[in-house]
């Protein structure tokens, strides 16, 4: 009964499952404004599964500690979003949606969550620092991760896709498992900030790879250590099936209620790169409210690598072993954001202080691709 009242919230999202299964044609057949309405509800309970997955992946990391905390909570998130990329890929979808994601994840964890919390901190505490060897590091691995995977491949011969896809997954697990030493090594203060003692006496070492906090994080369970391994570790993988079958039901109702509407494909990307990002967004910006910069740095660069580094190997090798490859070269326009957004960042990580104007650079960027998609560009 204990374990219920904690993992109450989860009941929505079991519920919404079994009422999908049940009732799925009926709602089918009722018309597109049923499945819009139950895509979205469907979507709901897709993020508040992914929330109490992250939630304990975070317990699990706090309990077995770096490097293992670390791989626990990047699996964990990168997971959401693969499985969900995946059954949506199974049942017709875009080719161009794996590439599409990826781009929106990087556009809304840089410009995004980035970019709203730099504005709002800065407008509340003015100038906020960090370690700028965190954003100097993060920038660099995104710019050559996104230019391996989406942006060499335009010139790759199609005859040859399956060579180049095979070194793509080589090189994206070199890189990060060179990053994963490298953050709970030798340069693990790369990614900590040592704040004035007037702050909270808070550690603010995080999880370099998707802004989840290590041991004596602000926002951690108060009582992570109560709760046992075993019941962290049903719950996440309990979560990660249930999310996949919501997705299942939920790309087909979204499918159904879209169809011959016109609406740009960018939006089924943009949604599956907000629901994966959903846990972090709050945290964001409550740690650039609390003047903790560096949280904020960490989660949303740190999941912007994640999601390139650990997403499109997997979609790689799904495309290996189904002989059917994705559309991962990004179009023109993409790649010229992300080229906008890269330089950008690398400008304003780059002296240890965030503020309002920096902040707002990258939210218009943000407004900007979401105007382009809604566009079709």
Do not use: C
């Amino acid at each position: 009964m204990s374990l219920i009242r904690q993992e109450r919230s989860l009941l929505i999202p079991i519920v919404m499952a079994v009422l999908a299964y049940l009732f799925e044609h009926a709602i089918l057949e009722t018309g597109q404004a049923a499945s819009l309405i139950g895509a979205a509800l469907l979507i709901g309970a897709i993020v508040i599964a992914s929330m109490r997955v992250a939630h304990h992946a975070e317990i699990l990391a706090l309990k077995v500690g770096d490097p293992y905390g670390t791989m626990i909570l990047t699996l964990s998130a990168v997971a959401v979003e693969v499985i969900i990329l995946a059954i949506m890929m199974n049942n017709e979808a875009s080719p161009t949606l794996v590439r599409d994601t990826i781009y929106s994840a990087v556009m809304l964890d840089i410009n995004g969550i980035l970019g709203l919390a730099a504005l709002i901190g800065g407008l509340k505490h003015g100038e906020q620092p960090y370690n700028d060897d965190s954003g100097k590091t993060y920038g660099v691995m995104i710019l050559t991760a996104m230019g391996i995977s989406m942006i060499v491949p335009e010139f790759i011969p199609r005859d040859k896709w399956q060579y180049y896809s095979l070194y793509t997954i080589f090189a994206m697990i070199a890189l990060y498992a060179l990053f994963l030493r490298m953050q709970v090594g030798t340069h693990s203060y790369f990614f900590s900030y040592s704040y004035p003692t007037r702050q909270p006496p808070v550690e603010e070492s995080m999880s370099a790879e998707d802004g989840i906090p290590s041991q004596g994080a602000s926002h951690a369970p108060v009582h992570a250590h109560s709760q046992s391994t075993a019941t962290s570790i049903a719950v996440i993988l309990f979560g990660v099936v249930l999310i996949g079958g919501l997705a299942e039901f939920m790309s087909v109702m979204a499918d159904a209620g879209l169809e011959g509407t016109g609406a740009p494909v960018a939006l089924t990307a943009i949604l599956v790169a907000s629901i994966s990002a959903a846990p972090e967004i709050l945290t964001a910006l409550r740690a650039a409210l609390n003047n903790r910069m560096q949280a904020t740095v960490n989660i949303a660069m740190g999941a912007s690598l994640s999601t390139v580094i650990l997403t499109v190997p997997v979609m790689e090798g799904i495309a290996l072993y189904t002989g059917q490859p994705f559309v991962m070269a990004m179009t023109p326009v993409q790649t010229t954001m992300v080229a906008i957004t890269l330089i950008a960042a690398a400008i304003n990580l780059n002296d240890g202080e965030t503020n309002a104007i920096e902040g707002m650079t990258h939210f218009i960027l943000f407004t900007t691709f979401i105007m382009l998609s809604f566009i079709g560009l």
